[in-house]
């Protein structure tokens, strides 16, 4: 592979220096538009690293307004029940950089948040954060860094939000894809009745 492992011929490729508004977007902490996008988003991607960089990302969703906005500079996300590997949350103990992405339904900008992360266990603040009378156990909290919005044009290219080019029976099923490749000891029966509409109930 012919590799580019020189930033300025990296920048010569992407066709020189980012536009100054790509620029002068970034800020280290909320705008009131930064709050009423959280408000309104219900789902965000988490990406974290070890301390050797091995990168991993993880989705976090839940009613609108899931995160709670502390100030200005700090944001909280609850830690709900999930398959209980943590490795975001091991990541955040050994490195507590971390970059988010959240999404509206329907819109194809994207609010990004970048910054230091920390995992606490506060009652106070774990009881905000109940859904269906369900505290989570524990949450992370993010001193925001660097904070920005970004353009459609992802989304565009992917016409993700276009109902039209959805296929989600395009590959092989949740049931099928856990049979053979993490539970093959349950037939596929058992999985497509344990992913079926049952599964919905034990969110929480």
């Not at 592979?1 to 790509?22: F, H, K, Q, Y």
């Not at 002068?24 to 909320?30: A, F, I, P």
């Not at 058992?190 to 929480?204: D, F, I, K, S, V």
């Given at each position: 592979?012919?590799?580019?492992?020189?930033?300025?011929?990296?920048?010569?490729?992407?066709?020189?220096?980012?536009?100054?508004?790509?620029l002068?977007?970034?800020?280290?902490?909320?705008h009131?538009?930064?709050?009423?996008?959280?408000?309104?988003?219900?789902?965000?991607?988490?990406?974290?690293?070890?301390?050797?960089?091995?990168?991993?990302?993880s989705?976090?969703?839940?009613?609108?307004?899931f995160?709670?906005?502390?100030?200005?500079?700090?944001?909280?996300?609850?830690?709900?029940?999930?398959?209980?590997?943590?490795?975001?949350?091991?990541?955040?103990?050994?490195?507590?950089?971390?970059?988010?992405?959240?999404?509206?339904p329907?819109?194809g900008?994207?609010?990004?948040?970048?910054?230091?992360?920390?995992?606490?266990?506060?009652?106070?603040?774990?009881?905000?954060?109940?859904?269906?009378?369900?505290?989570?156990?524990?949450?992370?909290v993010?001193?925001?860094?660097?904070?920005?919005?970004?353009?459609?044009?992802?989304?565009?290219?992917?016409?993700?939000?276009?109902?039209?080019?959805?296929?989600?029976?395009?590959?092989?099923?949740?049931?099928?894809?856990?049979?053979?490749?993490?539970?093959?000891?349950?037939?596929?029966a058992?999985?497509?009745?344990?992913?079926?509409?049952?599964?919905?109930?034990?969110?929480?």
């Open positions: 592979m012919d590799e580019i492992t020189d930033e300025d011929e990296l920048r010569s490729l992407l066709g020189g220096a980012p536009v100054p508004a790509a002068r977007k970034e800020r280290d902490r909320l009131a538009l930064d709050r009423e996008w959280l408000a309104a988003s219900p789902f965000c991607l988490v990406a974290t690293a070890d301390a050797d960089g091995r990168c991993d990302v989705p976090k969703g839940d009613p609108p307004g995160v709670l906005v502390l100030d200005d500079r700090t944001i909280a996300l609850p830690e709900r029940p999930g398959n209980r590997r943590g490795d975001g949350l091991r990541n955040i103990l050994r490195n507590p950089h971390v970059g988010l992405i959240f999404l509206l329907g819109r900008d994207t609010l990004r948040i970048n910054g230091r992360a920390r995992i606490v266990r506060d009652p106070d603040l774990l009881d905000r954060m109940a859904v269906r009378d369900r505290i989570p156990v524990l949450a992370t993010v001193e925001v860094e660097e904070v920005f919005h970004h353009c459609a044009k992802a989304f565009l290219r992917s016409e993700l939000w276009d109902v039209g080019t959805w296929r989600p029976d395009a590959v092989t099923s949740r049931a099928r894809i856990a049979h053979q490749l993490e539970r093959p000891e349950n037939s596929v058992e999985l497509e009745r344990y992913y079926g509409p049952a599964y919905a109930c034990r969110l929480y």
